[in-house]
Structures are given as C-alpha cells and as structure tokens.
C-alpha cells in the first residue's frame, strides 16, 4: 500500500504592518530623520542663542541720567548742587532726563516733592511760568470795565493803571489813571469765583517786589484797571 504525504505548507508571515497618516506612511522598522528635519533643528537652536545674546547685550548697557542730591519740596527752583547723575540700564521705556541735558534743569521749578536719589523726569517740572528775581505774584479780580475786552492770556503784557470805584472821583491814594505799574505781565487768568458774581474774572500779575504792596492795596479797593500792551503769550 501506498502512503500519499501532502506537501508541507509554510508557516504564513505577514507584511510589515504599515499605517498612513495625512499622507506620510509610517512603518514599524527604525525611522531615519530626514537632512530638513536636522537643519530646523539647528536653526532653532541658533535663534534661540541669538535671542539669549541679545537679551544679555541690552541688560549690560547702562546710561547716565540725572538725579536729586537731596530731599527738595514742590516749588524749588532748582541749582546746580540739587542735581548729580547716576547709571541705571538702558531700557526702550526709559522717561528720565539723559545727565548730558542736566543744565537745561537750573533754574525750573518743581511741580511735586523729589527725595535724594530719585531719577528726574520732565513731569516733575512745573509748566508755568517762572517768576523773574525780585518779582511777586499779585491776585486780583476784575470786572468787564477793569480790562481790556481782548481775553488775557498767560504771558500777556499789561499797564496796571490806578481807576476809581463808581461813583467815587479819587482813587486810594493817588491821582485818577496814574501808573500803577508800567510793565506787569500776567502770570495766571480764570474765571471769578461762583459767589463774585460781579466779577468777570480772576488774574494774578507778576509785578516788580517794590510795587507788590502798592497794587495789592488797590486791588483790594476795586480800583485797579489793565491795559494790555504785547500779547506775549499766543
């Protein structure tokens, strides 16, 4: 009798399983980066130095600005010994005074206190303008017949001239229309206080020292009146 043997079958081995995602097909053998995927990631390393370089580069810079040497209230005209400089690092932001401008500073008036070693800026500065040496302020306030119908300004330039109050012909003490003061200039201007009704206005002039008494004791009379000579201040 004869035995019949079947072929021997091979053992099955399946394909190596692979998998496509968004078009790259992936296998399960080792993977090899590809020559773009090395140069990003250099370049990135490279940006990310010059990044760090840049940062460390503008921290070291410093400049010079200008400080106070002292403690100083608000309203000082400032001298050359309230000033020095100092180093502080250099920033975009930066809003203090750069120490090469530091003469520009003699001679302003502080707007607000500054404590010794605080960094001056230009809003510490007062806006207004600065009285002249030996000058005074003097307030006043004036009906629409004391002056002229031109509204005054800051910087205005105006004749201060001794009027009598209505009704009355002579003045304190001195002739009607005299001088006053030839050359006063308006320091500040507003409106009168709600309860001056009669009033128009509220004017503060710059006069020499030796007038100030002279023109605050008309002023209080009613009996000073403007006329304006220059318009300093448009």
């Known amino acids: 009798m004869t035995t019949v043997t079947a072929p021997t079958r091979s053992a099955f081995s399946s394909p190596p399983i692979t998998e496509t995602r968004g078009g790259l097909r992936l296998t399960a053998g080792t993977t ?6 090395v ?3 250099i ?5 990310c130095a010059a990044i760090a370089g840049a940062v460390f580069q503008s921290s070291a810079k410093r400049v010079s600005v200008v400080i106070a040497t002292k403690t ?7 001298t050359p010994g309230d000033l ?3 180093s502080i690092p250099a920033s975009g932001n930066i809003t203090a005074m750069s120490a090469t401008g530091s003469s520009v500073l003699v001679g302003q008036q502080l707007d607000t206190p500054v404590y010794a070693g605080q960094v001056m800026v230009k809003q510490m500065l007062s806006v207004g303008p600065q009285l002249a040496s030996g000058d005074q302020v003097v307030g006043m306030l004036m009906k629409g017949d004391q002056m002229p119908s031109v509204p005054l300004v800051v910087g205005d330039t105006v004749q201060v001239i001794a009027v009598p109050q209505p009704g009355q012909g002579s003045t304190v003490g001195g002739t009607i229309g005299s001088t006053l003061v030839a050359s006063a200039t308006v320091f500040a201007v507003g409106p009168a206080p709600i309860d001056q009704s009669q009033y128009q206005a509220s004017v503060s002039l710059e006069v ?6 002279t023109v605050t004791s008309y002023a209080a009379a009613d009996q000073i009146g403007l006329a304006l000579i220059s318009e300093g201040g448009r």
């Open 32 to 37: 090899q980066r590809r020559p773009w995927q």
């Open 208 to 213: 020499p020292g030796a007038d100030a008494s």
């Open 39 to 41: 140069g990003l990631g």
């Open 72 to 78: 100083l209230p608000a309203g000082t005209v400032l």
């Open 43 to 47: 370049a990135l390393v490279l940006v």
């Open 84 to 86: 020095g400089t100092a």
